[in-house]
């Protein structure tokens, strides 16, 4: 029998596994902090034979180098992958025996990087489980703009046909089980749901259900911004990582903390942002340990700029400075722990700003208060306050001079965020208000939601609330017994793999061609779904140049299929396809 072990990173959007049977183990793509691998094994008795990289990764630094020297492993790196230490190269079709009966063979798959390979778990010469890494992900696939701009469109072809290669050659009970795609920058697509096979893939993955053109000019379209640090993983990785230490930082009193802020330097508050706005230790920052606190301080911070944690407790500390050396800071300043009190010299040093929702941005009147969007361009382009001011988060430290004068509210999605970006501005000297809100609270509360390329709504009129609707609540009202019609725009082979019961099928690119809508919807309420959200958005802009009022299904089929809404699959043209 075999085993395989899920070691989650969810501050990364990761994952790592450590699989094998009764004597040894493999482990692929560890973290950085491999004494969770360690542990993991010490658990089952078994010893860590090989170590297992699927690539070069861009999104955090690998433990790999220092798991096998603490083991004795032998380190398993992709042949065409350029290192400077030594290893064992894997070419495709490599094959090593990690226990008795149980074995790992290597799969060229680049895409994610040129060098990509998945492997594959055989028990008795039967595929079991494939660590695919960056190539195939549970509904999406990783990124293939992270290597170098020049061939970003040369991956993303070859990211295709490596997907459809582990789709025709592996089993469809075979467990994928990739690297990223938990919430990770480096996949093109977030997990829809925990778990997944090559069939289930089959059905549903965009590099398997659509063609080679139409996928890579939807995946180069759809890809987000890419966080500053990971310019510095691919060469920290390559180099080879410095052991981790893991021991406490340095003691900073109150008047060390004050010194490091006059010399410029990061001085970071890891309690929750609730805290932080009551009372604070004026110009620190605030990045929550409970949030993605690696990824948005990597972010932000100035590589290599001294940072010093301060933090509630002794265990909040050591799990930030452990998210921290993943993504290559290494070694705090100093640190200091307890309440801001203790942080300051005087009580008067501290600061504090409000905190608000959307219902109380709605109350304020114009004037003098500048409302700031910090989130992405991708998200920003599904909806946004009339009259807000962007500046994505990431881009803020140095675009400050381009905020008015006046009182900032700033909000994000849902306020994590917003608390960051308050902060920042906060420490700046900035008046601020932190919107600890989700953003579906803007158009409930009366707000004017503007979406790009919609049609204009009437004055006065909240238009996200009308033109959005969740998955569960269109559910309800489409089908046989629901007043509305559900307008599915995805192309015909999605169709086919799996749909909506009752609903009708219309192409989105057939819809921009012209088309009439199907007899069936004529006078009916249309409510509008495609695989993500990105085309039914598209499709609802187009039926309101029409003047056709129709409503947006957010998240699209994957949050349909996440909901556990019923999924039936015909081929094109049957259940009322217009295609």
């Not at 890419?226 to 230490?245: F, I, L, Q």
């Given at each position: ?16 596994y ?5 004597q ?18 010490a ?32 380190y398993?790196v ?32 680049p895409?994610?990087t ?36 020049r ?12 997907v459809?290669?582990?789709a025709?050659?592996?089993p ?31 059905m ?48 900073a009193d109150a008047?060390?903390?004050a ?10 508050d ?8 009551e ?11 409970e ?18 944690l301060l ?11 452990r ?23 005087k ?41 807000s ?7 803020l ?11 900032v ?31 579906a609270?803007?158009g ?14 009437p ?7 009308g ?12 089908g046989?017994t ?10 015909p ?11 009708l ?18 006078g ?14 598209e499709?609802?802009?187009?039926l309101?140049?029409?003047?056709i ?15 556990g ?8 043209g ?6």
């Amino acid at each position: 029998m075999f085993f395989v072990e899920t070691i989650a990173v969810p501050g990364l959007g990761n994952r790592s596994y450590l699989a094998g049977g009764p004597q040894a183990a493999v482990a692929v793509d560890p973290p950085r902090d491999v004494d969770r691998v360690i542990a993991a094994a010490a658990r089952r008795g078994v010893r860590i034979a090989y170590v297992a990289e699927t690539h070069v990764h861009n999104d955090y630094v690998t433990g790999g180098l220092e798991l096998a020297r603490l083991t004795g492993a032998a380190y398993l790196v992709p042949a065409g992958a350029r290192v400077a230490y030594e290893r064992m190269p894997v070419s495709d079709g490599d094959r090593v025996a990690v226990d008795a009966g149980l074995e790992l063979r290597a799969m060229s798959t680049p895409g994610h990087t040129p060098h990509h390979t998945a492997y594959v778990l055989e028990e008795a010469g039967r595929a079991v489980s494939v660590f695919s890494g960056g190539s195939l992900l549970i509904g999406a696939v990783g990124r293939p703009d992270l290597v170098e701009p020049r061939l970003t469109g040369e991956l993303a072809r070859v990211q295709h046909a490596s997907v459809r290669r582990l789709a025709a050659e592996l089993p469809d009970e075979t467990a994928v089980l990739p690297t990223h795609g938990f919430g990770s920058f480096c996949s093109a697509g977030q997990a829809q749901g925990d778990a997944t096979t090559i069939g289930q893939e089959r059905m549903a993955n965009e590099a398997l259900v659509k063609d080679a053109d139409t996928f890579v000019a939807e995946l180069l379209a759809g890809l987000d911004d890419v966080p500053a640090y990971y310019t510095h993983m691919g060469p920290v990785n390559a180099a080879g990582p410095a052991p981790v230490d893991l021991t406490p930082p340095a003691v900073a009193d109150a008047e060390e903390i004050a010194a490091r802020l006059a010399a410029g330097e990061w001085v970071v508050d890891l309690r929750g942002r609730i805290a932080f706005a009551e009372g604070h230790v004026a110009g620190s920052v605030n990045f929550e340990a409970e949030g993605q606190v690696a990824t948005y301080l990597a972010w932000l911070v100035p590589w290599g700029k001294p940072v010093t944690l301060l933090a509630e407790s002794p265990d909040q500390l050591a799990a930030a400075q452990r998210e921290l050396v993943r993504v290559g800071v290494d070694r705090p300043a100093a640190a200091a722990t307890g309440s801001p009190a203790d942080w300051v010299r005087k009580a008067d040093d501290l600061w504090s700003f409000p905190r608000a929702t959307f219902a109380d941005l709605a109350g304020q009147a114009t004037g003098d208060v500048v409302v700031l969007d910090v989130r992405r361009a991708s998200e920003r382009a599904t909806g946004h306050i009339g009259g807000s001011l962007h500046i994505p988060l990431h881009d803020l430290r140095d675009r400050m001079d381009e905020i008015p004068a006046g009182a900032v509210w700033v909000h994000c999605a849902g306020g994590m965020r917003a608390a960051i970006a308050a902060s920042l501005l906060d420490a700046a000297g900035r008046d601020v208000i932190a919107v600890d809100d989700g953003f579906a609270g803007a158009g409930q509360a009366g707000l004017t939601v503007v979406v790009p390329g919609a049609a204009a709504p009437p004055a006065g009129r909240a238009e996200a609330s009308g033109r959005r609707i969740d998955p569960v609540q269109a559910a309800r009202r489409t089908g046989s017994t629901g007043d509305a019609v559900l307008l599915d725009v995805r192309g015909p082979e999605e169709w086919a793999a799996g749909h909506a019961p009752g609903a009708l099928h219309l192409p989105l690119d057939v819809l921009a061609a012209g088309s009439a809508l199907p007899e069936e919807a004529a006078g009916r309420p249309l409510l509008v779904i495609c695989r993500s959200g990105r085309r039914s958005h598209e499709a609802v802009a187009l039926l309101a140049s029409r003047g056709i009022e129709a409503v947006d299904v957010v998240g699209g089929m994957g949050a349909w299929t996440e909901a556990g809404l019923p999924v039936t699959a015909n081929g094109p043209g049957d259940d009322g396809s217009a295609a």
